[in-house]
């Protein structure tokens, strides 16, 4: 019989929330309990009512970053050809400058990408004072005599609110001026309460500004797009491969590795393919009202969940030939991910995670570790919305409120002249009769085991209350947690940025991470932390110098 | 090549900064406020400040840095942002219990005239701040000067708050080392233990930015300058102020505040700046330099004479802070070397003034469009064998094919700077190491087959 150490047994996940919330003031207490479900309380198999989306308590060292981050760094960050200029003091530019780990691949050493570039009118006192608009305006002025690109967009910081500077305005005159696409984002850092305001900002914006300016279609038989991929560590990369590989155009990339003109053709897609549902669901949304194409979830992080979502694209399809081409990718891929799996599953087999990221990949995420035999304790979304974890079942129940209302909704009608169904109602019918999953996520909470946490907005005190009580092999959340976490001496993985590592997508991504994580959680590093001294601190040596 | 677009011929810009070569205030105030002891940073302003603030400090030092923000929203972006802060003081002694909360203010709270003593006394008299512990502050406007101005802010807050004279003096020197590594700020302390001289620095994040791996996380680690050190402040004999911009406004607080004279120096990076740093400690200190820091200057001098041939006449492309840069270019100037373009975003007329005093041939610009940019096009028009700057200058060196020897903030690519210092002889002595390293690096990898060469 093996020597296991006999653990104690875990406290039930109502007892963690109420040691959890006992240290708050009452008020804090009773709002982040809402925010600390177990699956196991919802009723009728339905996940249990998260309170999401809700503004962070000041105060709470908590993850989340703001509007213009979501915007100029998530959304817009990665698009190469694209001059990004910062309306706002330098820092906002400055910490958004190539932090995010966006890869991207012009087609040759002539192509433009700004990427590596900074751009920013770096307000002063006098422009917070007199108007910030006489500058912008020269600002975007020697940008283009200086680059010529073929497109500007401008941010707004926080201050420019404030102060009332028309950023949609000059956009437009320059527009008109340099003939060349100019358009602004109202993102200013505090709206909303989270990243997920500047998703949808710039989102609305590129969608009304840039899709569906240029109708030439690409060559290629199945046309998709795919919504919610950022490139990071290059998972872009292999998700093109993997796609390439089986015959199927990828028409835009919204937005990792990705260029204007993929935006500006996006509609010419047949289906949208969604990764990461918080950051852009309701673009997919508009372009089957505006344009007529239909969408589904994938996931393309897990070998198992690539292949699912491969098989899900070959369906809608319907070609027979492509259906074969991506069982024959499958089959090919298939092995090599598999023999990895099974030479880290006796190390990382019965080890266990907690995720706490973005508003997608805490979810995604899961399914990688699972393929390694490791078990998912607890998770939670930075800044995802009820539905994320629910399901979209929820979204009418959803309340507005204020902090969401103040973030612009489009109103979408079908083009009059590009609005073209892809498929008869009749065929979507039939293939939901199949299976299909037309534009449905049934969240994160559906694939929790009924004793998990789920943590909405998880803050430092928390996790580290969790680490206390659970002590998992392994932390997933960001940069700001790496080391608070890991003096703890857990191993900590960023999934936000990779720390340096990637891509974790499709199928070379998944042996990268089985990789990874049996390097993090087997690291001789954890055993160096006490010193011989303070293993065995007795002065009982016998060793004498006489 | 990855900076494609830079052209080389100059266009004047008014407007435009690209790839800047500062930060705004407020990461400066927060990395000052981790100096203190026992101190929670917070920023007064959106979410996304202090996480960027956190982050970019996370990945330049590999530790935790926790601090926490008012969490703005629309609302409080259009009533102020005191409801907010009072909550947050309520928070932050209930949960994370520091002794200090150290709130410095963003664009957003500047523009809309947060009156941020006027809200943390409401917080004390609603009791929301325990007897004991404090609520320190200071201003820091993101559209004025830039990170270290912050900084500087935040030093001067805690003498403002702190620092106080009580009649009785306690024989000791203050140092005030200015916006210098965790590992510089732990050498100023050995060099003034060598020469026995008692001392208070603040701030002092050595300890809080270097911490060790040891299985457990304390929010406020060991490190740090302690608050009853800091009051005391206002008794020392006299005040060394490291750097002009980072250090000067503090010390000539204490001084008209507290009566404690002040003397501003450079940043003791490099042989003569150490040498004067020496020298002023030993005279207000009234003591005399031991032959063991002797010996390290000495040290220096032997380094600096063993490889003068590989330094002698090389021209270096530098993009930092002012009280760095020049010392810095002083230094280079001492090994014989050439600045030939020197850049900071940080804005101040006598910078250029005294780059000029140092290494008259160099280009020099400081101030709004001094950027990156600029310097990449100044190095198109004039090639460097050598640039010193932070880690973005990783593009030009590698566009360029030119060395880099990484110095400054932020550093997010390499280890060493949190544990090993620049500052004093030693630090002087890697300094060289590092530039003579690079140099050679260099040599070695483009030199033909036949003057490959073993021994240099």
Redesign the interface.
């Known amino acids: 019989m093996a020597t296991t150490k006999k653990k104690k047994a875990l406290p039930s996940p109502e007892e963690v929330r109420a040691e959890i919330i006992s240290k708050y003031p009452p008020k804090v207490a009773r709002k982040r309990a809402k925010q600390i479900v177990t699956p196991g309380e919802g009723q009728e198999g339905c996940a249990p009512e998260i309170m999401a989306n809700v503004r962070t308590i000041p105060g709470i060292l908590t993850m989340r970053g703001c509007t213009y981050a979501g915007c100029k760094g998530v959304i817009l960050g990665p698009t190469r050809d694209i001059v990004n200029i910062t309306h706002g003091p330098i820092g906002c530019g400055f910490y958004s400058w190539l932090t995010r780990r966006n890869q991207t691949r012009p087609a040759s050493p002539e192509h433009p990408n700004y990427m590596p570039y900074c751009f920013s009118t770096d307000m002063q006192d006098e422009d917070i004072i007199f108007g910030g608009e006489k500058k912008l305006r020269a600002a975007v002025q020697e940008a283009f005599d200086l680059f010529h690109p073929q497109a500007i967009a401008i941010f707004s910081t926080c201050p420019v609110g404030l102060i009332g500077d028309d950023v949609h305005a000059i956009a437009k005159e320059m527009k008109e001026k340099l003939g060349i696409n100019v358009f602004a984002f109202s993102c200013e850092g505090y709206k909303g309460v989270s990243q997920s305001a500047g998703h949808h900002i710039a989102n609305n914006q590129i969608f009304k500004h840039v899709v569906g300016t240029d109708d030439t279609p690409p060559a290629g038989k199945f046309k998709i797009t795919m919504l919610g991929e950022y490139n990071i560590g290059g998972d872009a990369f292999e998700i093109e491969r993997i796609l390439d590989k089986c015959g199927i155009t990828l028409v835009a990339t919204f937005s990792g590795n990705s260029t204007y003109d993929q935006f500006a053709r996006a509609h010419t897609a047949d289906l949208c393919t969604v990764m990461c549902h918080r950051s852009i669901n309701y673009v997919a949304d508009m372009l089957e009202q505006k344009y007529g194409i239909p969408w589904i979830k994938v996931n393309f992080i897990g070998a198992k969940a690539t292949a699912k979502s491969l098989r899900r694209i070959a369906q809608y399809f319907g070609d027979k030939a492509l259906i074969e081409k991506v069982e024959a990718v499958i089959a090919e891929e298939m092995p090599a991910v598999d023999a990895v799996a099974a030479e880290v599953a006796p190390r990382t087999t019965g080890k266990t995670a907690m995720l706490f990221v973005g508003g997608s990949r805490a979810h995604h995420y899961q399914d990688l570790f699972s393929e390694m035999g490791m078990k998912t304790l607890s998770a939670g979304y930075e800044f995802a919305h009820r539905d994320d974890y629910e399901g979209r079942s929820v979204i009418p129940t959803i309340k507005v409120d204020a902090d969401s209302r103040n973030i612009e909704e489009i109103e979408v009608v079908p083009d009059e002249k590009r609005f073209k169904p892809r498929k008869t109602e009749a065929e979507i019918k039939a293939l939901m009769a199949e299976g299909f999953p037309y534009k449905d996520y049934e969240g994160m909470m559906a694939q929790m085991e009924k004793t998990s946490l789920v943590i909405d907005d998880l803050n430092q005190y928390e996790a580290e209350k969790l680490i206390e009580i659970y002590k998992p092999d392994v932390f997933c959340a960001g940069i700001k947690e790496k080391f608070s976490v890991q003096k703890l001496g857990i191993p900590m993985k960023q999934l936000h940025s990779y720390d340096s590592g990637g891509p974790y997508a499709g199928f070379q991504g998944a042996i990268n991470f089985y990789r990874e994580i049996d390097r993090l959680v087997n690291s001789k590093v954890w055993g160096y932390m006490q010193a011989p001294w303070q293993k065995n601190p007795e002065l009982s040596a016998t060793y004498v110098w006489e | 090549?990855?900076?494609?677009?830079t052209?080389a011929e100059v266009?004047d810009?008014?407007?435009?900064?690209?790839?800047?070569a500062?930060?705004?205030?407020?990461?400066g105030a927060m990395y000052a406020a981790f100096g203190i002891k026992g101190c929670l940073p917070?920023s007064h302003?959106?979410?996304?400040?202090c996480?960027?603030?956190?982050?970019?400090l996370?990945?330049h030092y590999?530790?935790?840095?926790?601090?926490?923000?008012?969490?703005?929203?629309?609302?409080?972006?259009v009533f102020g942002g005191q409801s907010?802060?009072l909550?947050?003081?309520?928070?932050?002694f209930?949960?994370?219990e520091p002794d200090v909360i150290a709130v410095h203010t963003?664009?957003?709270s500047e523009?809309?005239g947060d009156d941020i003593p006027q809200i943390a006394d409401k917080a004390r008299k609603e009791g929301k701040v325990p007897d004991g512990k404090y609520v320190i502050h200071c201003n820091t406007?993101?559209?004025?000067g830039?990170h270290v101005t912050g900084f500087s802010n935040m030093v001067r807050g805690m003498v403002h708050y702190f620092s106080e004279g009580t009649g009785h003096r306690n024989g000791k020197i203050n140092i005030l080392p200015g916006w210098v590594e965790p590992s510089d700020m732990e050498e100023l302390r050995r060099l003034a233990k060598m020469m026995e001289v008692k001392t208070i620095l603040f701030p002092d994040t050595s300890g809080v930015m270097n911490?060790p791996?040891?299985?457990?996380?304390?929010?406020f680690p060991d490190g740090g300058a302690t608050v009853a050190d800091i009051k005391d402040a206002g008794n020392s004999m006299g005040t060394l102020a490291l750097g002009e911009w980072a250090s000067a406004d503090a010390a000539r607080l204490l001084d008209t505040k507290c009566k404690v004279p002040c003397k501003v120096l450079d940043l003791p990076i490099g042989l003569a700046a150490t040498d004067r740093f020496i020298d002023a400690l030993r005279l207000v200190a009234g003591t005399v330099v031991p032959d063991s820091i002797a010996f390290e200057r000495g040290q220096l001098v032997d380094l600096i004479s063993d490889y003068h041939q590989w330094t002698y006449g090389k021209k270096v492309a530098l993009v930092g802070d002012p009280d760095q840069l020049i010392s810095l270019c002083e230094f280079l100037v001492t090994l014989d070397m050439k600045p030939a373009h020197v850049i900071t975003?940080t804005p101040g007329k006598r910078f250029e003034e005294r780059i000029k005093e140092i290494c008259p041939e160099a280009n020099v610009k400081a101030g709004?469009?001094a950027d990156m940019?600029l310097l990449h096009q100044w190095m198109l028009g004039e090639p460097v064998d050598l640039i010193i700057g932070n880690t973005?200058c990783k593009?030009m060196a590698r566009d360029l094919d030119i060395p880099l020897v990484r110095h400054g903030f932020p550093i997010l690519d390499r280890p060493g700077h949190q544990y090993f210092p620049t500052v004093g002889y030693k630090g002087a002595m890697r300094l060289l190491e590092s530039i003579i390293g690079a140099i050679l690096d260099r040599k070695d990898r483009d030199d033909p087959e036949e003057t490959f060469e073993l021994v240099i």
């Open positions: 090549m990855l900076l494609r677009h052209p266009a810009r008014k407007a435009l900064t690209v790839n800047p500062k930060t705004c205030q407020p990461i917070h302003g959106s979410q996304g400040c996480a960027y603030h956190r982050s970019a996370t990945r590999k530790e935790p840095v926790s601090a926490t923000t008012s969490s703005f929203t629309e609302g409080s972006s907010n802060l909550s947050a003081i309520e928070t932050i209930t949960v994370y963003t664009c957003l523009t809309i406007p993101s559209y004025v830039s911490g791996l040891t299985g457990e996380y304390k929010m975003g709004q469009q940019f973005y593009y």
